[in-house]
């Protein structure tokens, strides 16, 4: 995606998901995020600069690849609330869980939540490894960690059924090639704000040499 901010929103707007109160929920988020990023460091000062390329359009790309109406979805580590609270602004009917370990963020992903209307959101405050096993229907995580550890972290909150849409920016071709003991259908597609950047999207069908 090239011509910045301008070509950002404009995308956003012809999203068909992103009505008015959409683009005025994701406004609402910049505007917050840009002050709280003075109070702590939720993404880097110089992202800011580029933030409806860098963060919001590169979260709500997501969507074309999830159906509308799968629901619930898991946002994993999702720190600023990228991609989790984009998806929650531009699907608001859509259960969002999003999965923090940090107490700051913790408190500012509940306010952030509160004040954007989203009642549909769940933060949960835990590390992933300890929060309760249920089934999901989507599974996001940005920059997490890597390919096979986040798949060992998180494969039990997943059904044959379960889409997976993991930005990995650069590396996604190289940690799907790398991945050798699961079973699935994921491939890579392109990013929309980065060109060397890709989205590993799929489902996941359980370790090699174990039962579904």
């Known amino acids: 995606m090239t011509g910045g901010e301008v070509v950002a929103r404009r995308w956003l ?3 068909p998901e992103c009505d008015v109160q959409a683009m005025a929920r994701l406004e609402q988020f910049v505007t917050l995020l840009r002050a709280e990023n ?3 460091n939720l993404v880097s000062q110089a992202s800011l600069d580029t933030v409806w390329q860098r963060h919001i359009v590169d979260s709500a790309q997501l969507l074309a690849h999830v159906p509308r109406g799968t629901t619930p979805w898991l946002d994993l580590g999702t720190g600023a609330g990228f991609p989790g609270l984009v998806v929650a602004a531009m699907r608001p009917e859509c259960e969002v869980l999003l999965v923090e370990s940090r107490a700051r ?9 509160r004040q954007l209307g989203l009642d549909q959101v769940t ?15 989507v599974i996001s995580a940005r920059a997490f960690a890597p390919l096979d550890k986040l798949l060992g972290l998180s494969a039990r909150f997943s059904t044959a059924e379960t889409l997976w ?3 990995k920016g650069r590396s996604a071709q190289q940690e799907l090639d790398d991945l050798r003991s699961w079973r699935h259908t994921f491939h890579v597609k392109q990013s ?5 950047a890709g989205i590993i ?12």
């Open 38 to 40: 003075e109070r702590q």
């Open 192 to 196: 929309l704000t980065e060109p060397q």
């Open 13 to 15: 707007s012809e999203f």
């Open 165 to 167: 849409v993991l930005p």
């Open 105 to 113: 963020r913790i408190e500012w992903l509940e306010l952030t939540r």
């Open 201 to 212: 999207v799929g489902q996941l069908f359980g370790r090699k040499g174990k039962s579904s």
């Open 123 to 137: 933060v949960i405050g835990s590390r992933l490894e300890l929060m309760e096993t249920r089934k999901i229907s």
